[in-house]
């Protein structure tokens, strides 16, 4: 937008100036013209005064510019010129402008005793054309100043327009990825500020529905766990222990479903969380770290010095790690190293697990999927939880061997 802006103002104030400066140029170089011919008039006249009196040949030579005299009897005072058409013209008693070699000559007559005179004055083309190129330049500078100056403001202009919506633009991001607390501060023309204070009544909405919609899950919990219950002492009142049992055993899965409907609703209503990704990666390598001694497992770690807040919560972080390390535990031989890397990155974090083992096809990172009688769900919930918090996972090979799995998280 500021640079459409800028071009169309610049466009605009061109073709302003175009129209105003050019008849202006034009009418400077008439002003000089006129100016040149004057004067050469007003020496004429000064001549021709002089004409019939001993004074004339001294008038000839104090006047500054070229002068000719062509008297009656055919001699010439001043500077030599030819007898042109415009001066035997001139000679029938008529002033004469006329154009010649190099510039114009103006031409009057004068009354002499002996008849008429000639008065020739020659105005040089310099001397028509002097202080116009001068001034054409500095209309030309005053033009391209306005212009750029038009420029400026406009791009001024634009830029009051352009930083509210750029506002409204990274709410409305932070809005998508899970930050409700966001909030535009409202600026810029009135339709913007319109624009952010409906932004903030939607995030404001959204947070009532989804406090709306916590209630509900935890009514829903209540709801859900009386007939459970319920159920549960049916089964326990049944006189045949092994019917019992068995009821008692499908009441205890269905229980365990509803409790993970139930946590799960509760953690996508909930607000977005975080957590110090250093602590989190280094508690859970601490806790693999005794098995992979117990098999003999060489362990890497390589953990930032200090916090590094990541957009997940604990749980789901140390669920991803979880995951990562136990597909090293599950799918490769005992004694193969394994390495646990956390750096910062611009704008998160960048937790990367990787093995010297067999190594798997990337497309197992699809949820399901699985070579070695797995369920396929390790890598699917290490992607989930680094997508849940704006970021993502990729699986590659190793140079010298094994699998490296790369899970990108964003920052708090």
Known sequence: MRRWLALLVA???SLVLIALLVPMALLIRSVAENGAMNRAT??????SVAVGTPDLALAVEQVPRPVTVFLPDGRILGVAAARSAAVRLA???????AEAPGGR??????QSPEGTAVIRVFVSDAELTRGVREAWAALLVLGLALVLLGIVLA???ALAVTRPIDGLARVSHRLAGGDLAARAEPGGPPEVRSVALALNHLASRIDDLLAAERESVADLSHRLRTPLT??????EALRDPEEAARLAARVDALERAVSTVITDARRRSAGRESCDATAVVRERVRFWSVLAEDQGREVEVRLP???????????????CVDALLGNVFAHTPEG??????LAPRDSGAVLTVSDRGPGFDPALARRGDSTGGSTGLGLDIARRAAESSGGSLSVSYAAKGGAVVDVVLTGA
């Open 336 to 341: 193969v190293p394994f390495a646990v890397r």
């Open 42 to 47: 007003a020496a004429a006249e000064s001549v």
């Open 305 to 319: 010095d200090s916090e590094l807040p990541v957009a997940l919560g604990a749980a789901d972080l140390a669920a």
């Open 11 to 13: 466009a605009t104030t």
């Open 230 to 235: 319920a159920l549960r002492l049916d089964a």
């Open 91 to 97: 000679a029938t008693g008529r002033s004469v402008t």
């Open 105 to 110: 000559e103006v031409l009057s007559s004068a």
């Open 155 to 157: 791009d001024r202009l």
